[in-house]
């Protein structure tokens, strides 16, 4: 290992690239893993890109890294579903959903972990003097919590004027009838009506992001709807919400029984007031029955509000009741198509602070940050969640510091203006129409 001392880090980090997958060739054996076959040229296959070195030289077995046949490896760049749905099957959704995380998350390997990593690879890590503190399995270093410079690049730059001038140029709100409605949620305060700006914004881009990250996601319609269009690679959602959770839980990492029973029950439910009120005041004992007391209750309560404050539905639609807002049908034919594109969406119960500082450095990870409007001085979120205080100034402090674009919105307030301007983003506002049918003006604070 000593004459590696005289070679520069960019041939070490090649000579690795070509020992690692030496290494994996060896470790199945030369049999693809997709396909099952031995062949004269086996290579490394990576079910993410090789282009993140976080995850790159993986060696784990629920790492990034397997053997392929070539013609499986070249399958991978157009259809990345039959080595995904390999993993997935081997692994599990939870290991899938981490690698993602970890793979959006940048290294910064020192030529000692290069060199550390091609000794273990090569069989010679035990004189390799490995520095002390490198994960065995090549666990990259947490981001910093401290303010980050990084250029905006000619892509994203156009997209986001492109957006611009689609917002100044918007003279009424959207209409729910132009979106196609994914959510089992009737949020309040969520961004239904956000969404086909959400799209024309990615579809601008020239190159699809790796990462689509909602970082208060509610009823994440925007996420969804991305992971529906396909705008991204991947989408990650996050909650804090016990009761949210549960749904979407329920809906991406449960078994296909759990999804069955959710949706048994929405079918077979006799919508009374008597019966919702004992599903809202049971005692669920397994995550999917608490996700069906959570959709009974978002969907029974005034205004789809859950927190401690709410109550009932008293007349519904036309003074028919209760059961006008109980749409078993469409609940049921939501969740189904969601189940279905679970492969797209991870989802995580997690604060949204330490979600988006997990992606931070990532330059392709596209942001939308949706908090409760909390500042200024009609503060509308105050009373609609459970978990409603947000630090605004770091909040703003942090979506600045990102290498990623930014999407925040925002209740408009000149507290939100403030921050926004001296945190250096762009304000757009853009018409929005409440349950009762007012035109109001939301604010979109954006960051190329």
């Given at each position: 290992?000593e004459?590696?001392?005289?070679?520069?880090?960019?041939?070490?980090?090649?000579?690795?690239?070509?020992?690692?997958a030496?290494?994996?060739?060896?470790?199945?054996?030369?049999?693809c893993?997709?396909?099952?076959?031995?062949?004269?040229?086996?290579?490394?296959?990576?079910?993410?890109?090789?282009?993140?070195?976080?995850?790159?030289?993986?060696?784990?077995?629920?790492?990034?890294c397997?053997?392929?046949?070539?013609?499986?490896?070249?399958?991978?760049?157009?259809?990345?579903?039959?080595?995904?749905?390999?993993?997935?099957?081997?692994?599990?959704?939870?290991?899938?959903d981490?690698?993602?995380?970890?793979?959006?998350?940048?290294?910064?390997?020192?030529?000692?972990?290069i060199?550390?990593?091609?000794?273990?690879?090569?069989?010679?890590?035990?004189?390799?003097?490995?520095?002390?503190?490198?994960?065995?399995?090549n666990?990259?270093?947490?981001?910093?919590?401290?303010?980050?410079?990084?250029?905006?690049?000619?892509?994203?730059?156009?997209?986001?004027t492109?957006?611009?001038?689609?917002?100044?140029?918007?003279?009424?709100?959207?209409?729910?009838s132009?979106?196609?409605q994914?959510?089992?949620?009737?949020?309040?305060?969520?961004?239904?009506?956000?969404?086909?700006?959400?799209?024309?914004?990615?579809?601008?881009?020239?190159?699809?992001?790796?990462?689509?990250?909602?970082?208060?996601?509610g009823?994440?319609?925007?996420?969804?709807?991305?992971a529906?269009?396909?705008?991204?690679?991947?989408?990650?959602?996050?909650?804090?919400?016990?009761?949210?959770?549960?749904?979407?839980?329920?809906?991406?990492?449960?078994?296909?029984?759990?999804?069955?029973?959710?949706?048994?029950?929405?079918?077979?439910?006799?919508?009374t007031?008597?019966?919702?009120?004992?599903?809202?005041?049971?005692n669920?004992?397994?995550t999917?029955?608490?996700?069906?007391?959570?959709?009974?209750k978002?969907?029974?309560?005034?205004?789809?509000?859950?927190?401690?404050?709410?109550?009932?539905?008293?007349?519904?639609?036309?003074?028919?009741?209760?059961?006008?807002?109980?749409?078993?049908?469409?609940?049921?034919?939501?969740?189904?198509?969601?189940h279905?594109?679970?492969?797209?969406?991870?989802?995580?119960?997690?604060?949204?602070?330490?979600?988006?500082?997990?992606?931070?450095?990532?330059?392709?990870?596209?942001?939308f940050?949706?908090?409760?409007?909390?500042?200024?001085?009609?503060?509308?979120?105050?009373?609609?969640?459970?978990?409603?205080?947000?630090?605004?100034?770091?909040?703003?402090?942090?979506?600045?510091?990102?290498?990623?674009?930014?999407?925040?919105?925002?209740?408009?307030?000149?507290?939100?203006?403030?921050?926004?301007?001296?945190?250096?983003?762009?304000?757009?506002?853009?018409?929005?129409?409440?349950?009762h049918?007012?035109?109001?003006?939301?604010?979109?604070?954006?960051?190329?």
């Amino acid at each position: 290992m000593e004459a590696l001392e005289r070679i520069g880090l960019r041939d070490l980090k090649r000579m690795l690239d070509r020992e690692h997958a030496r290494y994996i060739v060896r470790k199945y054996g030369g049999r693809c893993v997709t396909c099952g076959k031995v062949t004269q040229s086996p290579q490394c296959g990576h079910l993410l890109s090789r282009y993140s070195e976080t995850t790159r030289w993986d060696t784990a077995d629920d790492g990034n890294c397997h053997c392929q046949c070539a013609s499986c490896n070249m399958r991978h760049e157009a259809d990345p579903s039959v080595y995904t749905e390999w993993y997935i099957r081997r692994n599990g959704k939870k290991a899938f959903d981490a690698l993602v995380r970890r793979h959006h998350q940048v290294a910064n390997w020192t030529r000692e972990d290069i060199l550390a990593m091609l000794a273990h690879v090569t069989g010679t890590a035990a004189t390799a003097g490995r520095k002390e503190g490198l994960p065995e399995d090549n666990l990259p270093r947490h981001v910093s919590d401290g303010q980050m410079t990084h250029a905006v690049n000619n892509d994203r730059a156009q997209a986001m004027t492109l957006l611009v001038e689609h917002l100044r140029n918007k003279k009424v709100p959207t209409h729910n009838s132009q979106v196609r409605q994914l959510s089992p949620f009737c949020y309040p305060g969520g961004k239904t009506l956000l969404v086909p700006d959400v799209l024309k914004w990615l579809t601008a881009l020239k190159t699809k992001p790796s990462l689509f990250v909602e970082p208060f996601a509610g009823g994440a319609i925007v996420g969804l709807s991305v992971a529906a269009e396909g705008l991204a690679q991947h989408v990650f959602l996050s909650e804090l919400d016990d009761d949210v959770a549960a749904v979407w839980q329920t809906i991406f990492y449960g078994k296909p029984s759990d999804v069955q029973w959710l949706c048994k029950q929405i079918l077979s439910f006799d919508v009374t007031r008597e019966n919702v009120i004992a599903v809202i005041n049971g005692n669920p004992r397994s995550t999917p029955e608490r996700a069906f007391r959570t959709i009974v209750k978002n969907r029974m309560h005034f205004g789809g509000i859950m927190s401690a404050s709410a109550g009932l539905i008293k007349n519904g639609t036309a003074g028919r009741g209760l059961k006008t807002h109980w749409f078993r049908e469409t609940l049921v034919q939501r969740i189904e198509v969601l189940h279905g594109l679970r492969d797209r969406i991870s989802f995580e119960q997690a604060d949204a602070f330490d979600v988006v500082k997990c992606f931070a450095n990532d330059p392709n990870v596209v942001f939308f940050v949706d908090p409760p409007y909390t500042i200024g001085e009609k503060k509308p979120g105050a009373l609609l969640y459970t978990h409603n205080e947000v630090d605004h100034e770091r909040l703003f402090a942090l979506m600045a510091s990102v290498h990623g674009s930014v999407m925040l919105t925002y209740n408009d307030a000149p507290e939100v203006r403030s921050l926004a301007e001296r945190h250096g983003f762009c304000i757009e506002s853009v018409p929005m129409k409440t349950n009762h049918n007012k035109i109001i003006r939301e604010l979109l604070i954006l960051k190329p």
